[in-house]
């Protein structure tokens, strides 16, 4: 069974880090771009990071933030263990929300929902002092 498994999200101060987990199952994360979206209350949901994993390829490796997040979020991974994180340094308000991974086969990254073909539940960040 295909799965995603959030973890990580909680409360934090702003200026504080965490750092968000997505676990896979089911599936080798290999030759799968691993995104992160996130939902604010009220707003739609945004892609900010995503990572391409291709084994051997030239594109394996390649990471892309968006603006909101660059230069504070890290995306990385592990795929002995078949996880993706998102390291989360000096958190604003503005970054609550649900934080959700998604799987897209190949090898082409995209922050586009629509391409993605497996998603987690989500996780919950919410930043406030």
């Known amino acids: 069974q295909v799965q995603l498994v959030e973890s990580g999200g909680g409360l934090v101060q702003p200026g504080g880090s965490l750092r968000l987990s997505c676990a896979a199952s089911?599936?080798?994360?290999?030759?799968?771009?691993i995104g992160w979206f996130r939902q604010a209350p009220g707003k739609e949901r945004e892609g900010i990071s995503y990572i391409i994993n291709s084994d051997g390829s030239t594109v394996d490796g390649d990471t892309f933030y968006s603006d909101s997040v660059k230069g504070r979020f890290t995306i990385s991974r592990d795929l002995a263990k078949n996880t993706v994180y998102l390291q989360m340094h000096s958190l604003k308000t503005e970054d609550a929300g649900i934080y959700t991974c998604?799987?897209?086969?190949?090898?082409?990254?995209?922050?586009?929902?629509?391409?993605?073909?497996?998603w987690g539940e989500g996780t919950q960040v919410a930043v406030s002092s």
């Open positions: 089911g599936f080798s994360l290999d030759y799968y771009v």
């Open positions: 998604a799987a897209k086969w190949g090898r082409s990254g995209s922050v586009d929902p629509s391409e993605y073909n497996y």
